[in-house]
């Protein structure tokens, strides 16, 4: 792990993200835990506290902020909004179809698609980490 704090925070972030975002899914699959509007206060509410820390953190230590945003880390951004882009288009397409085959209802395809949008970029993120192409 990287001993830039705004990095660190970026990763730590990403991954309370992801990790909350997979567990409001699996729940919602198995029917457990609290209901849905219950997990997007929780998914919002540390979405938000992730950008309040990536805040405060970029104005305490700017020249780390500047460090972490390297040419490097700026591709792997730009790569994992792209791929949040293509995967909730394409989440978007297999809602779209549950919906008109009466499968899923239009209101809950919605209501999971921010999520995805939401948790896909940090998703690619961490595995850009995980690869070393990012910091």
Do not use: K
């Amino acid at each position: 792990m990287s001993a830039n704090p705004v990095s660190r925070a970026r990763l730590i972030g990403s991954a309370a993200v992801v990790i909350v975002t997979c567990c409001a899914f699996i729940a919602a699959f198995f029917s457990v835990g609290p209901s849905g509007l219950t997990w997007a206060y929780i998914i919002g509410g540390i979405a938000i506290g992730y950008a309040v820390l990536s805040v405060i953190l970029h104005l305490r230590y700017p020249e780390a902020a500047d460090a972490a945003w390297d040419e490097q880390n700026s591709q792997a951004h730009r790569d994992s909004l792209i791929f949040g882009f293509w995967a909730t288009l394409a989440v978007f397409l297999v809602f779209l179809s549950l919906s008109l085959t009466e499968r899923m209802d239009p209101a809950h395809a919605f209501y999971w698609l921010g999520p995805i949008l939401g948790v896909a970029p940090s998703a690619h993120y961490l595995t850009s980490v995980a690869r070393g192409r990012a910091e």
